[in-house]
């Protein structure tokens, strides 16, 4: 019996400590699970206490509590079985019988103390004087509480039978061992109860139950749970798995092996796949690795990255390991679709301009010993092929053109669209074949020219001297040199010099200058008199000069030509036609009116300004007689679009202008044009004769042009006369008006003002 006793405190101990875990989980079933603990230790105490008092009356109460706290044990026992089952959940109506019966069998239990009607506890008293109590049941009431403990048994035990039965197998276990340890617990309660022995031990099972429910309910994960979790995860995940055992044999492969590589793939062919790897892997300390792999596979390529993992034991032992391979063909073939979508032009399938220049950037870098040139080709007047013919047919001359350029290609040569009609290749000095280049675009010339269409494709060459240059810098040399062959239609390659770029510089920094110069009146009228056959002064022709702050007196021969181009004349014209009527104004006011002013009309004027409205309202402006605002317009601006430009100088006739066409015979058709526009004066520049060769020819020629003029009803004047000679045998001619430095050169207005006022 003592050591009963000590076995009950060390139950009390062991459960204490178990609650104070049980605590500690945050599991849902830990409310229910405390109640059954608390109550074992109840039970427990209760137990201890019968076996030591000595009073009779504690005895029966303790052994009273100890049957009501078996009702109640059972009622806690199937309360938490329902929420760890999930069976049987919510029946209130089942839940306040029970309750009530086992109140009623515990108030009964109580009452026994005074009435004995369900059992008697006796003293019983050894020969060796050693005493302890018995219990003396009396059999119909006691059995009542038997029959309901059974039922309550009955039901506990029939709930976790169909738990067992239903759960998944990997569960099973989980309700199994409770159900055996219920089982044993009642059969040693039967039996202790049979035997009716005082050392009733079942308490120490109601215990066992409680501590093994909770560890089940709150503690527990099944084994078999978290592998075929694993394993499905693996078998289900979008890599192929490999796995293999200390021997490099593959033990395992998931599904995706099968979609990989066909479903037939045997270990065999698997072992070969890895087994180098596995070797090397294996012999040394790395954990994992990562590598790449391409298989050719149904004829088509495919790209997979493949990870390796080491399976060690706990003594970090080698084991086995395993390779993730997953199959990136798709996604690195969207990234080249990509890359090339955005590398190259859509239409001819060269880089485009941004990714030329990277590859240009590599090739150079990669070949530091090789010498580059740069070449660049444009189409002269593309626009105008798209507007006479439509973007497609443009679009076939861009292909076409991509397609014979390439047929220059060899190795480290790059090739790019860079902007609409401009194509650069970048090329080893040493293969570069201008031959090649000029045949391919008389292909292309044959097959677009038309009667409406003369097409001309020019190529510049820049050898590259500075690899570290920027590349946008390299193809503007290029085009630069280009630019340098515009008109000459022969001249088909043409290479950048360093004249080029200063060139180039310059006439963005004089077109830079263009704005402030006007508006500081730094451009200056300088006048050319123009005399008559008596020597008299007609008039003077008004020549730009510009005052520049820093370069000093500028010829228009060195801006002309670029304000022109940049479309800024127009604005230099005006201001020089507003200087002449200001100064013929000026004249007029003090009674000078009998000279003229010749000014220079450029063919780019008619694109830009209304030349009618802006010359009526400057002599309308200023007051002044429009036959003393002669205007010359050269030879070559009346040939385009000859019919508005008759028109134009019809009206300005009408007005009273008198006009002079400039530059006479420089031209290509001049006799022609001389049919069908009215003008009053025909000058012709001695310049554009030959003055060493055929002399006499040339004579000869110029007589006849002066006669054919002047039977036309038209005047002549000649410029560009420098000689006595000249003067006597134009007059001979029949010329009578004369320009030249044998008479003037051209002055400012004060100087001619001094000399011929
Ligand atoms: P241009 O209209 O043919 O002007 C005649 C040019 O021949 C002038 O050159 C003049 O200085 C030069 N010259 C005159 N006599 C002789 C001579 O005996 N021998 C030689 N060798 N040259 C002579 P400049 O002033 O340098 O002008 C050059 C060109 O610039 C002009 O040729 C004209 O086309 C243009 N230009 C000048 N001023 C203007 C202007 O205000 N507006 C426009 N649009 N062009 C202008
Ligand atoms: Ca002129
Ligand atoms: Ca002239």
Same mark, same amino acid.
């Given at each position: 019996?003592?050591?009963?006793?000590?076995?009950?405190?060390?139950?009390?101990?062991? =459960?204490?400590?178990?609650?104070?875990?049980?605590?500690?989980?945050?599991?849902?079933?830990?409310?229910?699970?405390?109640?059954?603990?608390?109550?074992?230790?109840?039970?427990?105490?209760?137990?201890?206490?019968?076996?030591?008092?000595?009073?009779?009356?504690?005895?029966?109460?303790?052994?009273?509590?100890?049957?009501?706290?078996?009702?109640?044990?059972?009622?806690?026992?199937?309360?938490?079985?329902?929420?760890?089952?999930?069976?049987?959940?919510?029946?209130?109506?089942?839940?306040?019988?029970?309750?009530?019966?086992?109140?009623?069998?515990?108030?009964?239990?109580?009452?026994?103390?005074?009435?004995?009607?369900?059992?008697?506890?006796?003293?019983?008293?050894?020969?060796?004087?050693?005493?302890?109590?018995?219990?003396?049941?009396?059999?119909?009431?006691?059995?009542?509480?038997?029959?309901?403990?059974?039922?309550?048994?009955?039901?506990?035990?029939?709930?976790?039978?169909?738990?067992?039965?239903?759960?998944?197998?990997?569960?099973?276990?989980?309700?199994?061992?409770?159900?055996?340890?219920?089982?044993?617990?009642?059969?040693?309660?039967?039996?202790?109860?049979?035997?009716?022995?005082?050392?009733?031990?079942?308490?120490?099972?109601?215990?066992?139950?409680?501590?093994?429910?909770?560890?089940?309910?709150?503690?527990?994960?099944?084994?078999?749970?978290?592998?075929?979790?694993?394993? =499905?995860?693996?078998?289900?995940?979008?890599?192929?798995?490999?796995?293999?055992?200390?021997?490099?044999?593959?033990?395992?492969?998931?599904?995706?092996?099968?979609?990989?590589?066909?479903?037939?793939?045997?270990?065999?062919?698997?072992?070969?796949?890895?087994?180098?790897?596995?070797?090397?892997?294996?012999?040394?300390?790395?954990?994992?690795?990562?590598?790449?792999?391409?298989?050719?596979?149904?004829?088509?390529?495919?790209?997979?990255?493949?990870?390796?993992?080491?399976?060690?034991?706990?003594?970090?032992?080698?084991?086995?390991?395993?390779?993730? =391979?997953?199959?990136?063909?798709?996604?690195?073939?969207?990234?080249?679709?990509?890359?090339?979508?955005?590398?190259?032009?859509?239409?001819?399938?060269?880089?485009?301009?941004?990714?030329?220049?990277?590859?240009?950037?590599?090739?150079?870098?990669?070949?530091?010993?090789?010498?580059?040139?740069?070449?660049?080709?444009?189409?002269?007047?593309?626009?105008?092929?798209?507007?006479?013919?439509?973007?497609?047919?443009?679009?076939?001359?861009?292909?076409?053109?991509?397609?014979?350029?390439?047929?220059?290609?060899?190795?480290?040569?790059?090739?790019?669209?860079?902007?609409?009609?401009?194509?650069?290749?970048?090329?080893?000095?040493?293969?570069?074949?201008?031959?090649?280049?000029?045949?391919?675009?008389?292909?292309?010339?044959?097959?677009?020219?038309?009667?409406?269409?003369?097409?001309?494709?020019?190529?510049?060459?820049?050898?590259?001297?500075?690899?570290?240059?920027?590349?946008?810098?390299?193809?503007?040399?290029?085009?630069?040199?280009?630019?340098?062959?515009?008109?000459?239609?022969?001249?088909?390659?043409?290479?950048?010099?360093?004249?080029?770029?200063?060139?180039?510089?310059?006439?963005?920094?004089?077109?830079?200058?263009?704005?402030?110069?006007?508006?500081?009146?730094?451009?200056?009228?300088?006048?050319?008199?123009?005399?008559?056959?008596?020597?008299?002064?007609?008039?003077?022709?008004?020549?730009?000069?510009?005052?520049?702050?820093?370069?000093?007196?500028?010829?228009?021969?060195?801006?002309?030509?670029?304000?022109?181009?940049?479309?800024?004349?127009?604005?230099?014209?005006?201001?020089?036609?507003?200087?002449?009527?200001?100064?013929?104004?000026?004249?007029?006011?003090?009674?000078?009116?009998?000279?003229?002013?010749?000014?220079?009309?450029?063919?780019?004027?008619?694109?830009?300004?209304?030349?009618?409205?802006?010359?009526?309202?400057?002599?309308?402006?200023?007051?002044?007689?429009?036959?003393?605002?002669?205007?010359?317009?050269?030879?070559?601006?009346?040939?385009?679009?000859?019919?508005?430009?008759?028109?134009?100088?019809?009206?300005?006739?009408?007005?009273?202008?008198?006009?002079?066409?400039?530059?006479?015979?420089?031209?290509?058709?001049?006799?022609?044009?001389?049919?069908?526009?009215?003008?009053?004066?025909?000058?012709?520049?001695?310049?554009?004769?030959?003055?060493?060769?055929?002399?006499?020819?040339?004579?000869?020629?110029?007589?006849?042009?002066?006669?054919?003029?002047?039977?036309?009803?038209?005047?002549?004047?000649?410029?560009?006369?420098?000689?006595?000679?000249?003067?006597?045998?134009?007059?001979?001619?029949?010329?009578?008006?004369?320009?030249?430095?044998?008479?003037?050169?051209?002055?400012?207005?004060?100087?001619?003002?001094?000399?011929?006022?």
């Amino acid at each position: 019996m003592k050591y009963l006793f000590v076995a009950l405190c060390c139950m009390v101990v062991l =459960l204490l400590i178990w609650i104070n875990r049980v605590r500690k989980s945050e599991a849902e079933l830990k409310k229910p699970i405390l109640h059954l603990l608390w109550l074992a230790v109840f039970m427990v105490v209760i137990k201890g206490i019968f076996l030591i008092c000595e009073n009779r009356i504690t005895a029966t109460l303790a052994i009273g509590c100890y049957y009501s706290g078996i009702d109640w044990l059972l009622i806690v026992l199937l309360s938490y079985e329902e929420a760890y089952t999930q069976i049987f959940r919510g029946n209130k109506v089942f839940k306040r019988v029970t309750y009530g019966l086992a109140a009623l069998d515990s108030l009964s239990m109580f009452l026994n103390v005074f009435f004995g009607h369900i059992f008697v506890v006796v003293q019983h008293v050894y020969s060796d004087g050693y005493d302890e109590w018995s219990i003396i049941r009396s059999t119909v009431p006691f059995t009542l509480h038997l029959v309901f403990t059974y039922v309550l048994v009955i039901l506990c035990v029939s709930l976790l039978v169909e738990k067992t039965v239903r759960t998944p197998a990997t569960y099973r276990r989980k309700y199994l061992v409770v159900l055996i340890l219920l089982l044993i617990t009642v059969v040693v309660n039967g039996i202790c109860m049979l035997a009716k022995s005082p050392y009733d031990i079942s308490v120490f099972f109601y215990c066992a139950l409680g501590i093994q429910m909770s560890y089940y309910s709150l503690f527990y994960n099944p084994k078999g749970l978290i592998d075929s979790t694993m394993a =499905l995860v693996v078998a289900d995940i979008s890599d192929a798995v490999f796995c293999f055992d200390i021997r490099g044999k593959c033990v395992y492969t998931n599904k995706m092996v099968g979609e990989y590589f066909g479903s037939d793939t045997n270990f065999d062919v698997v072992n070969l796949m890895f087994e180098d790897r596995i070797k090397e892997y294996s012999k040394s300390e790395q954990e994992s690795a990562q590598y790449k792999v391409q298989r050719e596979m149904d004829g088509k390529l495919r790209f997979f990255d493949v990870s390796y993992h080491k399976l060690s034991d706990k003594k970090h032992r080698y084991i086995g390991c395993f390779f993730t =391979l997953r199959d990136r063909t798709e996604e690195i073939e969207k990234f080249k679709e990509e890359h090339y979508r955005l590398s190259h032009d859509k239409l001819t399938g060269l880089f485009n301009r941004e990714y030329f220049f990277e590859a240009v950037e590599k090739v150079l870098a990669a070949n530091p010993d090789v010498e580059y040139t740069m070449v660049c080709s444009n189409i002269k007047g593309f626009k105008l092929y798209n507007d006479l013919f439509g973007e497609k047919k443009g679009d076939e001359v861009l292909k076409m053109e991509a397609e014979l350029l390439m047929q220059n290609a060899g190795d480290n040569t790059v090739y790019g669209r860079i902007s609409g009609d401009e194509f650069a290749i970048l090329v080893p000095t040493k293969l570069f074949t201008p031959d090649i280049f000029i045949h391919n675009i008389n292909l292309l010339k044959e097959r677009f020219n038309s009667s409406q269409y003369q097409m001309h494709i020019y190529i510049g060459i820049y050898e590259i001297h500075d690899k570290t240059e920027p590349v946008s810098v390299m193809c503007d040399k290029a085009k630069l040199a280009i630019e340098s062959h515009r008109g000459d239609y022969n001249a088909v390659v043409t290479s950048y010099d360093k004249k080029l770029l200063a060139k180039s510089l310059y006439e963005r920094k004089i077109v830079g200058e263009f704005d402030r110069a006007l508006e500081r009146d730094e451009f200056c009228m300088f006048l050319q008199p123009q005399i008559a056959s008596d020597g008299r002064v007609l008039g003077a022709e008004a020549l730009v000069r510009w005052q520049h702050p820093e370069r000093g007196l500028v010829f228009p021969g060195d801006f002309i030509g670029v304000f022109e181009k940049t479309g800024l004349i127009y604005r230099l014209d005006r201001y020089m036609w507003e200087q002449a009527a200001k100064k013929l104004r000026e004249w007029k006011d003090t009674g000078k009116e009998d000279m003229h002013i010749s000014v220079n009309i450029s063919a780019k004027d008619f694109y830009h300004m209304d030349i009618y409205r802006e010359l009526t309202g400057l002599v309308e402006k200023y007051d002044i007689a429009p036959e003393n605002l002669k205007l010359e317009i050269t030879e070559t601006a009346l040939m385009t679009e000859m019919k508005n430009q008759a028109d134009l100088l019809g009206r300005l006739r009408e007005f009273g202008f008198r006009i002079e066409i400039d530059d006479f015979g420089s031209g290509y058709s001049s006799l022609n044009m001389l049919k069908n526009i009215d003008v009053d004066i025909v000058k012709i520049d001695m310049g554009f004769l030959d003055k060493t060769e055929r002399l006499e020819r040339g004579e000869s020629i110029l007589n006849s042009i002066i006669l054919l003029i002047k039977n036309l009803g038209m005047g002549v004047i000649t410029e560009g006369v420098e000689t006595r000679e000249q003067v006597d045998s134009l007059l001979g001619m029949g010329c009578n008006m004369f320009q030249g430095y044998y008479f003037a050169k051209p002055m400012t207005i004060e100087m001619f003002e001094e000399k011929y006022k």
